[in-house]
């Protein structure tokens, strides 16, 4: 703070009277203050409840769509054929026995060694046709990496190399697809005819020849184009690595009620740690008589109704299973949820694995319909952004009042400066006057006897 003079002489505490009279000007600022911290608060608050509904939004779609379908895929050899269910392909569980007699290849031709860089002139061209379609690959004048390099820019489906075996060059072509509908064949032209496959003299040797996959899944006769098989056995796919003719591979998928069972366990938990965040944002405590930052807002405390009056309504098409009660899940007095018969919820899974998870994954289902209500809650019209929408606005109007305010209170203490100075100019004028007038009555008084 700046020293001031003022007052040193008249003695009237000037910055004294001054902050005593601001304290009291200041009053609607500091309430203005505060309410601004209250909204930041509850926006603050709104924040939290928000992140808890997305939390819960997270394991109620753990339970949803085919997300309780979900199964456990093993094989007895899974160097030789691995298996994986397809998400959401409607595999069933069983088990099958896969007998690979042949693996899906590719073709691969081979060209006759060359002199390193050995040139060919004039113009040629190659067709290199696959599966019916044909690109045609131009060239004049070059050499084997040339041409390897026009070829893959063709994007012919196929992938040109040259491999140097040590002494010679040899143009290498590979077809990017497995399966015998993926044969390649070339017909070659001008300097690049010997390159022909249908010719007699062509230099071209298969060293690979496409063929399907080949093998017997439980005793019937399957051919594929892929090693990667997904439409063999509904929502699975096998994974061919190695035959093995004669010693059947067994794959098997199973209903996943281990993890079916936690997934249920941590939608239970996550409710329960909502409902833990809504009642301590809106809470009131009737002993000091004080309410916390979102008590008796009334889209604070809707959270949870809306999403109880999901949990309590019953499924129509749940295989017998109508209410979470029947799995042995039930809400407490305190008003949070609780696994209370796990046992329950076991036996069903093991009788009624379907029932189950249509009771979360129906149409009606609890988790169909608490997806829709928390989507609701969170998107672009639900009741976190219309009320942080409202609330920042508040926050900010507020903030501009407060501009308004301090640019008021400023002037407003320059004036009671400028007041008080002038007193204090008048009183020390006074003071002086005073000393004077006293000084001159005493020296008439003494030249008078008196």
Do not use: H
């Not at 339970?63 to 691995?82: E, N």
């Not at 942080?388 to 009042?401: A, C, P, Q």
């Amino acid at each position: 703070m700046a020293i001031s003079a003022a007052g040193m002489l008249s003695g009237l505490d000037v910055d004294g009277l001054v902050t005593s009279l601001m304290q009291i000007e200041r009053q609607p600022l500091d309430n203005l203050q505060a309410k601004q911290s209250s909204f930041n608060s509850k926006l603050s608050a709104f924040g939290t409840l928000k992140s808890a509904v997305s939390t819960f939004q997270t394991a109620v779609k753990a339970l949803g769509g085919d997300a309780l379908r979900a199964l456990t895929t093993t094989s007895t050899k899974p160097d030789i054929v691995g298996i994986s269910a397809t998400k959401d392909g409607g595999a069933a569980a069983g088990s099958y026995s896969v007998e690979v007699s042949k693996l899906a290849t590719a073709d691969k031709l081979v060209s006759s060694g060359v002199a390193p860089a050995t040139a060919f002139s004039g113009a040629g061209s190659m067709d290199i046709t696959i599966g019916g379609k044909t690109t045609t690959v131009s060239l004049t004048d070059g050499n084997l990496n040339t041409l390897s390099s026009a070829i893959n820019k063709a994007n012919a489906g196929v992938t040109a190399t040259v491999l140097n075996d040590g002494t010679q060059d040899r143009l290498v072509i590979t077809g990017n697809q497995t399966g015998t509908a993926n044969a390649v064949s070339i017909k070659g032209s001008g300097t690049l005819a010997q390159f022909d496959t249908t010719a007699a003299t062509t230099t071209m040797t298969r060293s690979q020849t496409a063929q399907n996959a080949e093998m017997k899944i439980d005793g019937i006769a399957v051919s594929k184009a892929s090693n990667t098989v997904t439409d063999a056995i509904k929502g699975v796919t096998l994974n061919l690595q190695q035959t093995n003719v004669g010693s059947p591979v067994t794959v098997s998928l199973a209903k996943d009620t281990s993890t079916i069972s936690k997934n249920i366990s941590a939608f239970v938990d996550a409710y329960n740690t909502l409902a833990t965040a809504v009642n301590k944002q809106t809470a009131y405590n009737a002993t000091t008589k004080t309410g916390a930052v979102l008590n008796g807002d009334a889209s604070a405390r809707s959270i949870l109704t809306s999403i109880r009056a999901e949990l309590g309504k019953a499924v129509s098409d749940a295989g017998g299973l109508k209410t979470l009660s029947d799995i042995g899940i039930a809400f407490q007095r305190d008003g949070t949820l609780k696994l209370e018969k796990p046992a329950k919820l076991d036996a069903a899974l093991a009788s009624n694995f379907e029932g189950v998870s249509a009771l979360f994954s129906s149409t009606s289902g609890v988790a169909t319909r608490l997806t829709k209500v928390t989507e609701d809650m969170l998107g672009s019209k639900g009741i976190f952004k219309t009320r942080t929408d409202g609330l920042n606005d508040t926050i900010r109007s507020l903030g501009k009042s407060e501009e308004r305010m301090e640019l008021q209170l400023a002037q407003t203490e320059k004036r009671y400066r400028t007041q008080f100075t002038s007193l204090d100019t008048m009183m020390v004028n006074m003071q002086s006057m005073s000393s004077y007038m006293t000084q001159q009555l005493a020296a008439i008084a003494a030249q008078s006897g008196y």
